[in-house]
Nanobody, 127 residues
Framework: QVQLVASGGGLVQAGGSLRLSCAAS????????MGWFRQAPGNERVFVAA????????DYADSVKGRFTISRDNAKNMVYLQMNSLKSEDTAVYYC????????????????????WGQGTQVTVSS
């Protein structure tokens, strides 16, 4: 399994930006598709964004399209989530996750696809 450590969360005003980072260690990073999920209080954990092993393919939840960008650096074993134009409804604990993927371009989006999870980082957007 791969170990994941997320960071970069914090308190930001509506309209502001944050960049989340996730550091991976353990098995070869390039064998994993990566994703970000979030969980608001009282809600289930939901998909936010994901990126293929190669970094070529990405997918986003409709609620963040055009505002969030996922990227990865396979040489540094890192995945990022750039969050712009933040809204109060983006407030949640954000988790990075890894999915073993035999396909260079496949982008998993379901919780069940991901087998390794980071500890979460809190993002709070004040209105």
């Amino acid at each position: 399994q791969v170990q994941l450590v997320a960071s970069g969360g914090g308190l930001v005003q509506a309209g502001g930006s944050l960049r989340l980072s996730c550091a991976a260690s353990g098995r070869p990073f390039s064998t994993y598709a990566m994703g970000w999920f979030r969980q608001a209080p009282g809600n289930e954990r939901v998909f936010v964004a994901a990126i293929s092993r190669s970094g070529i393919s990405t997918d986003y939840a409709d609620s963040v399209k055009g505002r969030f960008t996922i990227s990865r650096d396979n040489a540094k074993n890192m995945v990022y989530l750039q969050m712009n134009s933040l809204k109060s409804e983006d407030t949640a604990v954000y988790y990075c996750a890894a999915a073993v993927s035999p396909h260079l371009l496949r982008v998993p989006t379901a919780n069940r696809d991901f087998t390794s999870w980071g500890q979460g980082t809190q993002v709070t957007v004040s209105s």
